[in-house]
């Protein structure tokens, strides 16, 4: 069996996860990329006038444990059906995604370093670690440009689910880390270090 190596990619929503990814696709563009968005259980019921009657900020909003069966799957050199989720109408599509193995694979999401089955598939652990205005300010831009929200019920998540739900479940997961990068992609040192991890893995393909 080939080896498959995972890097796990976590922190607080607007950390900037999806920059750290696009660094290592600079280097190493053949890899799997899992985020973990796309296994939230649905809740179409939720719109703008009752974004917080269902908390997504909690680990029992995403579907763990097809995200554990689908990581197991590559790590065993398996092809996996990603789901895909629609992040307007808060539910799963009908529609999955094929996905081939490969040396490496990327996971990203707010979660991924909470549930311990999930935690020990991985073989790096990073937690982005951004200033919580600069992480709001890219949340609110966010979900009103490309998820047609609106700005009081941006801010009413935020207070009522989102702050609290890092503080409780995120945050608490940096103690796990084994790499934490400041500012995201504005940190240069640190996300050398990464991409010598990552050269090495795409050598020995």
């Known amino acids: 069996m080939r080896d498959v190596k995972i890097i796990g990619i976590t922190g607080g929503s607007g950390s900037g996860k999806s920059t750290i990814v696009r660094r290592i696709e600079e280097v190493c563009p053949d890899f799997v990329f899992i985020p973990q968005d796309n296994y939230y259980k649905s809740a179409s019921f939720v719109s703008n006038k009752n974004i917080t009657?269902?908390?997504?900020?909690?680990?029992?909003?995403?579907?763990?444990?097809?995200?554990?069966?689908?990581?197991?799957?590559?790590?065993?050199?398996?092809?996996?059906?990603?789901?895909?989720?629609?992040?307007?109408?808060?539910?799963?599509?009908?529609?999955?995604?094929?996905?081939?193995?490969?040396?490496?694979?990327?996971?990203?999401?707010?979660?991924?370093?909470?549930?311990?089955?999930?935690?020990?598939?991985?073989?790096?652990?990073?937690?982005?670690?951004?200033?919580?205005?600069?992480?709001?300010?890219?949340?609110?831009?966010?979900?009103?440009?490309?998820?047609?929200?609106?700005?009081?019920?941006?801010?009413?998540?935020?207070?009522?689910?989102?702050?609290?739900?890092?503080?409780s479940f995120i945050e608490p997961t940096k103690e796990y880390a084994d790499l934490i990068i400041p500012e995201g992609g504005q940190n240069e040192n640190a996300l050398q270090v990464l991409i010598t991890f990552v050269k090495e893995i795409s050598k020995r393909d």
Not at 62 to 83: N, R, T, V, Y
Not at 105 to 123: A, F, Q, S, W
């Open 53 to 167: 009657d269902y908390n997504f900020d909690r680990p029992d909003a995403i579907d763990s444990e097809l995200f554990f069966e689908h990581l197991s799957a590559l790590k065993q050199w398996k092809s996996i059906e990603m789901p895909q989720y629609d992040f307007v109408h808060h539910s799963r599509e009908d529609r999955t995604v094929h996905l081939d193995p490969a040396p490496l694979v990327i996971v990203e999401g707010l979660m991924i370093l909470y549930e311990p089955e999930i935690r020990n598939l991985l073989d790096l652990k990073i937690y982005v670690d951004t200033p919580d205005d600069i992480r709001f300010i890219r949340r609110l831009l966010r979900d009103i440009n490309e998820r047609g929200r609106t700005l009081d019920s941006v801010v009413k998540q935020y207070l009522n689910a989102v702050r609290p739900g890092h503080a």
